[in-house]
């Protein structure tokens, strides 16, 4: 059953059985104030997503990535095409900028969602005891983000994801921000996070690394207004080891592959 907010163009159902997220002709353009000047940002969109996978978008900036993971969270109309989830809970979205609120408590921030659904004080406290323990922020509890680094504030927006069990995670260039240390060791965790959670993810990322180290599926798109052009199986074992699997050639061939494929997407 799909619960986001009903859309023209967003159905529900379970025809596919297998895949939780399914786009078809997916098409979406911007108009300016006066509705003259159209902007196409997506043109043509599809693919799937089956239940449990992590799959990461790539592409030249301004292809229409955020726009299409934006649609998926029922945050933007399409112009026309059709867009299905098949989940029970509306899709959780992380930011390339942490979204925190800064006048609470790391603790104040991850319960967010479950104060707005009036959940008990009690159920708060333990399932926020869960999430920071899982990020790593359980000594962090009771501080402020002026406190924290960019790394800990972008963990207290994937808890916050986390907390109230939604089935599909929505990230668009959560660790863009980041150093790469810092990146390399959230792309770990998330890793630890996911496989422990076995929640879908699509995840955006302008990092052909970043993307290989993560996903199980590498979506590439065009330049604006962009459109599928491949769809990568990532053939890595898992549970993966985000340093050691760049000692595999295939690591390279794949970065080789995807590079040849952004470089060669012709402009619509
Ligand atoms: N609200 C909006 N109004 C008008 N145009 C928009 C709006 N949002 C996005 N666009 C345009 O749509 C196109 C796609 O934007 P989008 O942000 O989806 O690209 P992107 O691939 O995520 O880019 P980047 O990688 O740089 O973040 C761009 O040309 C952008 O200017």
Known sequence: MNVAVPQE????????????????????????????RITLAATDV???????????IVGPSGCGKTTVLRILAGLEQLLSGEV????????????????????????????FPLS???????????????????????????????????????RVSVARALVDDRDILLMDEPFGALDEQTRL???????RIWERTGKTVVFITHSV????????????MSPRPGTMVADLLVPFERPRDVVEMRRDKRFWDLTYEVWRLLAAAPEH
């Open 46 to 56: 599809n693919f799937t997503v089956r239940r449990g996978e992590f799959v990461c």
């Open 209 to 220: 690394d970043e993307a290989l180290t993560l996903a199980d599926r590498v979506l590439v």
């Open 116 to 154: 707005l659904k009036g959940v008990s004080a009690q159920k708060q406290r333990e399932r926020v005891a869960e999430l920071l323990a899982l990020t790593g922020l359980t000594e962090f509890a009771d501080a402020h983000p002026h406190q924290l680094s960019g790394g800990m504030k972008q």
């Open 185 to 191: 060791t959230l792309q770990q965790e998330l890793l």
């Open 84 to 111: 299905r989830i098949d989940s029970m809970t509306q899709p959780a979205m992380v930011f390339q900028e942490a979204s925190v609120f800064p006048w609470l408590t790391v603790s104040q921030n991850v319960a």
């Open 9 to 36: 163009g967003r159905t529900s159902g379970s025809a596919e059985a297998a895949s939780v997220i399914e786009v078809r002709n997916l098409v979406k353009a911007f108009y300016d104030a006066s509705g003259d």
